[in-house]
């Protein structure tokens, strides 16, 4: 196969990866690594620099937006990153010693597992009141919604922090942004609303990339011809999404079909794993 | 009488809602840019992404701007790809400034602990 012809199946893939992933929220690492890999053979190291790169543009992209809305808790997403950046570090450390057969069975477990997730609808919990710990670290805060101030408090910091660092050590081994495990530790287990704890985690999720990125890039896991195609397909497609997203109402439908896709590239990368053909 | 503007955080929030979206739209037009200097020169030859091949030449800046300056397409995406990821960094370091302002010290410490994390990272790649 040409370059060229490389280069334009994957920057077609990688619009439908960042479609798909703005569609469900699980970001575009997770249809990324299966299609490379599974679909073009190329080597999963390849795969996991080329849509680490991927991540940070979408969530740079979409973190910009929400920042500007005030939804965004900063010190919250600054404090937390201490913990995801540190896992991160740790993550993409594993992965230069770890072979790529586990990677692959590990990334199919947490693609199940997230898919399952956002599945679940979420109960609107009333805002909880802060800890002694959330107050001084000045953690508690304030979101606009519509017309009003909701002001809601953080429980449990210890234990959304030590989930975080679990989830930027996934980020820097698969490639993806985990997401999915972000909005549980803010959501779940720290009590926050869950429109604060989604754009908050799209906040942090650039720099816990940017943490193994580092990494990838000095070992030669970021190959510039194949990081190219993906960064701008999975980066438009994105932003077709965002708009597909703003203008339909009800997108559950939508949302069951692509988590049942997701579903099966989940078995598909334990399969290739487990058969050591990944 | 008007009221002196004090710098807040959703001052911050704004600054850094740019300085994200410019940091992107950089970086991304660099690489579509060295993207299409790639397709023209080499595209037709064949790709070979099976296996891992190590390290390649445009890693560190030296290699890079010397690749601009010869015009090296690969070089060019590098320095783009780069640029992206210096975004969420400079994300970082603005917040430090941002709370420094604020006079926020606990939050500068911890901006500064994310950075050195990070600066790790860095030199142990």
């Known amino acids: 196969m040409s370059i060229l012809t490389l280069t334009l199946i994957v920057f077609i893939g990688s619009c439908f990866a960042g479609l798909l992933g703005s569609l469900t929220g699980l970001g575009g690492g997770f249809v990324i690594i299966p299609m490379l890999t599974l679909a073009l053979h190329i080597n999963i190291h390849y795969a996991i620099g080329a849509s680490l790169v991927s991540v940070i543009a979408t969530s740079s992209g979409a973190a910009a937006a929400y920042v500007k809305e005030g939804i965004t808790n900063m010190r919250i997403g600054m404090f937390l990153e201490i913990a995801t950046t540190a896992g991160a570090f740790a993550g993409a450390m594993l992965a230069l010693h770890i072979q790529t057969h586990i990677i692959a069975i590990i990334f199919g477990v947490i693609l199940a597992f997230s898919a399952m997730m956002s599945f679940l609808k979420k109960a609107a919990t009333n805002p909880a009141k802060g800890s002694f710990a959330a107050k001084k670290l000045r953690l508690n805060g304030s979101y606009p919604n519509g017309d009003e101030i909701i002001k809601y408090g953080v429980r449990n910091v210890g234990g959304g922090f030590l989930m975080m660092i679990f989830a930027g050590a996934i980020s820097g081994l698969l490639g993806i942004g985990s997401g999915a495990l972000k909005v549980i530790a803010m959501d779940t287990v720290m009590r926050i609303p869950f429109k604060v704890s989604t754009t908050t985690s799209n906040f942090m999720i650039g720099v816990t990339a940017a943490a193994s990125a580092v990494i990838y890039l000095q070992r030669g896991y970021i190959d510039p011809g194949l990081s190219m195609p993906v960064v701008i397909g999975v980066l438009a497609g994105a932003l077709i999404g965002s708009k597909i997203l703003v203008h339909t109402r009800s997108s559950g439908w939508l949302r069951g079909v692509f988590t049942i896709v997701i579903a099966l590239l989940a078995v598909q990368m334990i399969y290739n794993g487990i058969t050591g053909k990944i | ?125």
Not at chain 2, 19 to 42: A, E, K, P, Q, T
């Open chain 2, 1 to 125: 009488m008007r009221e002196r503007h004090k710098f807040k955080d959703r001052d911050m929030q704004l600054i850094i809602g740019w300085l994200l979206r410019l940091g992107v739209i950089i970086s991304v037009s660099i690489v579509i840019f060295g993207g299409i200097v790639y397709l023209l020169r080499h595209g037709q030859i064949t790709a070979d992404y099976t296996t891992f091949r190590g390290v390649p030449d445009f890693i560190y800046p030296p290699g890079i701007i010397r690749g601009i300056f010869d015009f090296k397409a690969r070089a060019i995406i590098q320095a783009g790809i780069i640029l992206l990821i210096a975004t969420p960094v400079l994300r970082v370091i603005f917040s430090a400034i941002g709370f420094l302002i604020e006079k926020d010290y606990l939050y500068i410490a911890i901006s500064l602990l994310v950075l050195l994390i990070i600066i790790c990272s860095m030199f142990s790649g």
